[in-house]
């Protein structure tokens, strides 16, 4: 049976944002050098292995699970050099993984699917080690441009509401396609404590990220403006991305 995500070109995609996939792995860099040790990763919903690269110079044993077949075999073709990735089929809220198995796991571009948040960090709590590390990005429903344009509408109790939003078409929901929700970062926040994890810090992400800037400066200066935009940016939820580091309570199993 086909996965939802076989139809689409995500490799298209990506080659159209490269600031936004820098922007990403900044963010990652900073939060892995906050987590030891450094043995094993799963990168859930990881697709065609598009941060493989990247985080396998880090972790010495690497893990893409993702329920496409389709992206799963351009990873394994696309990765086939780097000798510490494999490629394995499964999704949430289920993983095909034994118990307490990664000292760290990431969920990228995968939380706008979800409806649940909470029961896919409660499995992604129980595939991780004793003090395991889960790294998780979610599309930020109150970022600086939504809170603006929320205002402008009257609607002042935006950021109040800790509902997700919906952000797909009328035609697309009618169809039944995936869903794509933007969460609030609060409500996450909260999901992840619920699911026994601790919150240890927040990043806010691609705050750069609009095509008039891209346009107009040089994409090494928007990077470096970013790497000390989200540390400074994180509280104030300004981003549209935003990422969460969680540590796994000591007394869970």
């Given at each position: 049976m086909?996965?939802?995500?076989?139809?689409?070109d995500?490799?298209?995609?990506?080659?159209?944002?490269?600031?936004?996939?820098?922007?990403?792995?900044?963010?990652?860099?900073?939060?892995?050098?906050?987590?030891?040790?450094?043995?094993?990763?799963?990168?859930?919903?990881?697709?065609?292995?598009?941060?493989?690269?990247?985080?396998?110079?880090?972790?010495?044993?690497?893990?893409?699970?993702?329920?496409?077949?389709?992206?799963?075999?351009?990873?394994?073709?696309?990765?086939q050099?780097?000798?510490?990735?494999?490629?394995?089929?499964?999704?949430?809220?289920?993983?095909?993984?034994?118990?307490?198995?990664?000292?760290?796991?990431?969920?990228?571009?995968?939380?706008?699917?979800?409806?649940?948040?909470?029961?896919?960090?409660?499995?992604?709590?129980?595939?991780?080690?004793?003090?395991?590390?889960?790294?998780?990005?979610?599309?930020?429903?109150?970022?600086?441009?939504?809170r603006?344009?929320?205002?402008?509408?009257?609607?002042?109790?935006?950021?109040?509401?800790?509902?997700?939003?919906?952000?797909?078409?009328?035609?697309?929901?009618?169809?039944?396609?995936?869903?794509?929700?933007?969460?609030?970062?609060?409500?996450?926040?909260?999901?992840?404590?619920?699911?026994?994890?601790?919150?240890?810090?927040?990043l806010?992400?691609?705050?750069?990220?609009?095509?008039?800037?891209?346009?107009?400066?040089?994409?090494?200066?928007?990077?470096?403006?970013?790497?000390?935009l989200?540390?400074?940016?994180?509280?104030?939820?300004?981003?549209?991305?935003?990422?969460?580091?969680?540590?796994?309570?000591?007394?869970?199993?």
């Amino acid at each position: 049976m086909n996965a939802p995500y076989d139809s689409y070109d995500y490799l298209s995609y990506w080659q159209k944002r490269n600031f936004e996939d820098c922007c990403e792995r900044e963010a990652l860099k900073y939060f892995f050098s906050k987590v030891e040790p450094k043995g094993s990763i799963v990168d859930i919903g990881g697709g065609f292995g598009r941060l493989a690269d990247f985080y396998s110079g880090f972790f010495k044993e690497c893990l893409v699970v993702d329920p496409s077949k389709k992206l799963l075999e351009i990873g394994e073709e696309r990765c086939q050099k780097i000798k510490n990735v494999s490629f394995k089929e499964g999704t949430l809220p289920k993983l095909p993984v034994k118990d307490g198995s990664f000292d760290v796991a990431i969920m990228i571009r995968v939380s706008h699917h979800l409806e649940d948040p909470f029961s896919s960090f409660k499995e992604i709590q129980r595939v991780l080690k004793k003090d395991g590390y889960f790294i998780v990005e979610i599309a930020n429903k109150i970022h600086f441009l939504a809170r603006l344009k929320a205002c402008l509408k009257g609607d002042f109790s935006y950021c109040q509401n800790l509902s997700s939003v919906e952000k797909r078409s009328w035609d697309n929901i009618k169809s039944g396609s995936i869903p794509f929700l933007n969460h609030h970062p609060l409500k996450i926040i909260d999901d992840l404590k619920k699911a026994g994890f601790l919150v240890e810090e927040t990043l806010s992400v691609s705050n750069l990220r609009h095509s008039f800037l891209k346009l107009i400066l040089p994409g090494a200066f928007l990077i470096n403006i970013e790497k000390k935009l989200q540390k400074l940016l994180a509280p104030y939820f300004f981003g549209p991305s935003f990422f969460i580091l969680a540590r796994k309570r000591i007394n869970t199993i």
